[in-house]
């Protein structure tokens, strides 16, 4: 069996640069293990929003679910930070486009 390579485009951080950013300030891809996608509001329902709007446009980009492998929700008390943190736990090849490379190359492929 041999393994095939799959060369992906990256940012510094290590993710697609066709990835959807989180559009709000506040939010953010935070770092490995896990590649959190970080929410933050004082507003809990407007952070879940924001969370499921980027998750469509993620999943569109994709064209598959992203592997979320789990969400978690913490609160933050310090003065001038935003009460609720959501983030969600994502597959770090889905954030890196793997699937992405894959059907293009795919697609190339049977193309030829």
């Known amino acids: 069996m041999t393994e095939e390579t799959i060369q992906l485009e990256l940012t510094e951080s290590g993710l697609s640069p066709g990835l959807p950013i989180p559009a709000d300030s506040r939010d953010q891809v935070q770092d490995v293990p896990y590649r959190p996608v970080?929410?933050?509001d004082d507003d809990l329902p407007a952070?879940?929003?924001?969370?499921?709007?980027?998750?469509?446009?993620?999943?569109?980009?994709?064209?598959?679910?992203?592997?979320?492998?789990?969400?978690?929700?913490?609160?933050?008390?310090?003065?001038?930070?935003?009460?609720?943190?959501?983030?969600?736990?994502?597959?770090?090849?889905?954030?890196?486009?793997?699937?992405?490379?894959l059907r293009d190359r795919r697609d190339s492929a049977s193309a030829d």
Do not use: M
């Open 47 to 101: 952070a879940l929003e924001r969370c499921a709007g980027w998750l469509r446009q993620a999943q569109q980009w994709l064209g598959e679910p992203v592997d979320v492998l789990a969400v978690h929700l913490d609160y933050d008390e310090r003065e001038g930070s935003p009460y609720y943190d959501l983030k969600l736990l994502c597959n770090e090849e889905d954030l890196a486009g793997v699937p992405v490379a």
């Open 38 to 40: 970080e929410f933050r």
